[in-house]
């Protein structure tokens, strides 16, 4: 385990290196002139060549990129153009937000989940297996700024019961306002996680050791949780990882739709600004995230299952 967690973890050199340059080229490709977002479209020509000269904007995109991946190196994301303080500052107050959310939705989904997945298991083919299906389909099809206008209309502006904006400033704050914000990503990723952990079940259902377990006279609880549940994880797992890690990504659209002050919040303002560093220094660093936990996924396997380890 050891050699293959150092391996992986070298592996994350090249992979980052590529992604910078990567990111570097796709937001230079971008029409814009940072100057001009700052100053205005009345900005003298003397004012933009300024700052074009302060951020070496007029240097060729090469010497450009060589300063980007010096500071890369040394850590150092540079300094944001449109707030003016260190994008590596930016990130440090606003990745909270994004970490809660996406760990509250996933938590969600999984409450919601794991219950359903047994239970159409147990009825398969039968009415609550069709039911559940259908509800699955809805939430595959269903646009989640549409279902977050609409709770924000219903729950937010009709009823009251929630604010459709903000962060708030303590940690019950923080939960209150990210309520709808995580139903609505929670309805997004539970289908998968219910289809892939049904399938799952079902498979595990008709292999013979079930079979036997349930010939020697054991409860049918204790058969679906301890041997059934357990040994359906290993896909359900994955389908986790993958997508803790889209929303460790930032989900740009939802936290854009009620204003939640996250990481994808500031990629989506940054590019409008064209602010160079924070978008590069947010793009890398949701990147790197999302490679990290499909790491700590992949090390997950082998406590859930000893027989990966073995190999």
């Known amino acids: 385990m050891t050699t293959y967690l150092v391996r992986r973890l070298l592996q994350l050199i090249p992979v980052t290196l590529g992604l910078a340059a990567l990111i570097f080229l796709l937001i230079h490709l971008v029409p814009g002139d940072p100057a001009l977002t700052i100053l205005g479209p009345h900005a003298t020509p003397d004012a933009v060549a300024r700052l074009h000269r302060y951020w070496h904007l007029d240097d060729p995109l090469w010497t450009q990129f060589a300063y980007f991946m010096v500071r890369l190196v040394k850590g150092d994301f540079g300094t944001s153009i449109y707030y003016q303080i260190p994008v590596s500052d930016l990130l440090t107050s606003r990745m909270p937000e994004t970490v809660l959310l996406a760990f509250c939705s996933m938590l969600l989904s999984i409450v919601l989940a794991l219950p359903l997945a047994v239970l159409v298991a147990i009825y398969r083919d039968r009415l609550v297996d069709q039911a559940i299906r259908v509800v699955t389909l809805l939430g595959f099809a269903m646009p989640s700024f549409w279902l977050a206008l609409l709770l924000m209309l219903f729950f937010g502006g009709k009823l009251r019961w929630f604010p459709v904006a903000g962060y708030g400033d303590?940690?019950?704050?923080?939960?209150?306002?990210?309520?709808?914000?995580?139903?609505?990503?929670?309805?997004?990723?539970?289908?998968?996680?219910?289809?892939?952990?049904?399938?799952?079940?079902?498979?595990?259902?008709?292999?013979?050791?079930?079979?036997?377990?349930?010939?020697?006279?054991?409860?049918?609880?204790?058969?679906?949780?301890?041997?059934?549940?357990?040994?359906?994880?290993?896909?359900?797992?994955?389908?986790?990882?993958?997508?803790?890690?889209?929303?460790?990504?930032?989900?740009?659209?939802?936290?854009?739709?009620?204003?939640?002050?996250?990481?994808?919040?500031?990629?989506?303002?940054?590019?409008?600004?064209?602010?160079?560093?924070a978008v590069e220094g947010a793009a890398l660093v949701l990147a790197l995230l999302f490679v990290v936990v499909n790491l700590v996924t992949d090390l997950t396997y082998s406590f859930v299952d000893p027989r990966i380890r073995h190999r």
């Open 170 to 277: 303590t940690l019950g704050d923080h939960l209150y306002h990210l309520v709808m914000p995580s139903f609505v990503v929670a309805v997004s990723v539970f289908p998968l996680l219910l289809r892939t952990l049904r399938v799952g079940l079902l498979e595990v259902l008709r292999q013979d050791f079930i079979r036997t377990a349930r010939a020697k006279g054991l409860p049918g609880q204790l058969v679906m949780f301890k041997h059934v549940l357990r040994n359906a994880l290993l896909p359900t797992i994955t389908v986790v990882g993958v997508n803790l890690g889209f929303l460790l990504g930032g989900a740009v659209v939802i936290e854009s739709v009620f204003a939640l002050p996250g990481v994808g919040y500031l990629l989506v303002n940054s590019v409008s600004t064209r602010d160079y560093p």
